[in-house]
């Protein structure tokens, strides 16, 4: 009888903690929107000539210190018509270790004087455990370790550009042409990417307005429209976003010597019902070129 307790205990616990997972998902890191575009799209791999390193951090403030934590390391060279790059994504998420490991490649083909397009490709491995000490229970019990486990994936991505308009197009979680069955490593329920950014000032002062539309399996697409200025020869920068999940984004950035790239930004939810289980989420973003 004590054992089909504690089991039922598990058993809402881990379903809660899954569902937090899944709705995390709704709220991406701020830092693919300007910062770091290789975070969604592979095919931005070495898009800036040389070694690029990108750091992020995100803490959705649930009330709970430490329960919902994401963090992204990127790293990218991109060396003539070739972009290379790894990443590695790790979220805590209450019981829940989930990590995300890949490598990517891309390949840039030169359309006009200005106009470049890239195509590329990821894959890797997701995880996702249970951490076994924040469990107060018996010991052996062999539910936590059905939640012990890993599944191959892989993202496919295009992405122009040119002077003013970037165009990025990217199919996420190729898990799909591997595994025969639906695979959840209750982290990234992605189902596509398509973004458009023009800017529509050049001089003093630089505006570059963006829109993101994203699929969400189980969940209504999601519409990101917001805008990036930048000031002071692109030294500074502001940004705001209006994301239809109900919530909203703002955030500033700092450009030191066009080589350490610096972002802050906080998100926070205009729905009654969401600010019942969040406040919002804090993000610190880094990029650097260490070829300049």
């Not at 359309?111 to 470049?116: C, F």
């Not at 963006?210 to 500074?236: P, S």
């Not at 926070?268 to 019942?276: E, F, M, Q, T, V």
């Given at each position: 009888?004590?054992?089909?307790?504690?089991?039922?205990?598990?058993?809402?616990?881990?379903?809660?903690?899954?569902?937090?997972?899944?709705?995390?998902?709704?709220?991406?890191?701020?830092?693919?929107?300007?910062?770091?575009?290789?975070?969604?799209?592979?095919?931005?791999?070495?898009?800036?000539?040389?070694?690029?390193?990108?750091?992020?951090?995100?803490?959705?403030?649930?009330?709970?210190?430490?329960?919902?934590?994401?963090?992204?390391?990127?790293?990218?060279?991109?060396?003539?018509?070739?972009?290379?790059?790894?990443?590695?994504?790790?979220?805590?998420?209450?019981?829940?270790?989930?990590?995300?490991?890949?490598?990517?490649?891309?390949?840039?083909?030169?359309?006009?004087?200005?106009?470049?397009?890239?195509?590329?490709?990821?894959?890797?491995?997701?995880?996702?455990?249970?951490?076994?000490?924040?469990?107060?229970?018996?010991?052996?019990?062999?539910?936590?370790?059905?939640?012990?486990?890993?599944?191959?994936?892989?993202d496919l991505g295009a992405y122009y550009s040119d002077e003013k308009l970037s165009l990025s197009a990217v199919a996420p979680n190729l898990r799909n042409i591997i595994y025969s069955e639906n695979?959840?490593?209750?982290?990234?329920?992605?189902?596509?990417?398509?973004?458009?950014?023009?800017?529509?000032?050049?001089?003093?002062?630089?505006?570059?307005?963006?829109?993101?539309?994203?699929?969400?399996?189980?969940?209504?697409?999601?519409?990101?429209?917001?805008?990036?200025?930048?000031?002071?020869?692109?030294?500074?920068?502001?940004?705001?976003?209006?994301?239809?999940?109900?919530?909203?984004?703002?955030?500033?950035?700092?450009?030191?010597?066009?080589?350490?790239?610096?972002?802050?930004?906080?998100?926070?939810?205009?729905?009654?019902?969401?600010?019942?289980?969040?406040?919002g989420a804090v993000e610190l973003g880094i990029k650097v070129n260490l070829s300049k």
């Open positions: 009888m004590k054992r089909n307790y504690i089991n039922y205990i598990y058993f809402l616990t881990l379903l809660f903690f899954v569902t937090t997972a899944t709705k995390a998902q709704v709220s991406p890191p701020m830092s693919m929107y300007y910062l770091n575009e290789y975070l969604y799209n592979p095919a931005v791999a070495g898009k800036i000539q040389g070694l690029n390193v990108g750091l992020s951090y995100k803490n959705n403030l649930t009330g709970s210190n430490g329960q919902t934590v994401g963090n992204t390391i990127t790293l990218d060279y991109g060396m003539g018509k070739n972009g290379f790059g790894v990443f590695v994504n790790t979220d805590k998420d209450g019981l829940l270790n989930v990590n995300r490991f890949g490598a990517s490649y891309a390949y840039n083909v030169q359309t006009s004087k200005t106009g470049n397009l890239r195509f590329g490709l990821s894959a890797g491995i997701s995880t996702l455990k249970i951490n076994t000490n924040d469990i107060i229970g018996e010991d052996g019990d062999v539910l936590p370790a059905q939640y012990d486990d890993y599944v191959f994936d892989g695979v959840s490593d209750g982290y990234n329920y992605s189902t596509f990417y398509f973004s458009a950014a023009y800017q529509v000032l050049d001089g003093p002062v630089k505006l570059t307005p963006k829109v993101l539309y994203r699929g969400i399996d189980g969940y209504d697409n999601v519409i990101d429209v917001g805008v990036n200025a930048q000031f002071a020869e692109d030294k500074f920068n502001l940004l705001a976003f209006y994301h239809s999940s109900n919530s909203m984004s703002f955030g500033m950035g700092f450009n030191l010597m066009k080589k350490y790239q610096m972002q802050a930004t906080y998100s926070l939810p205009i729905n009654s019902n969401l600010k019942r289980y969040t406040y």
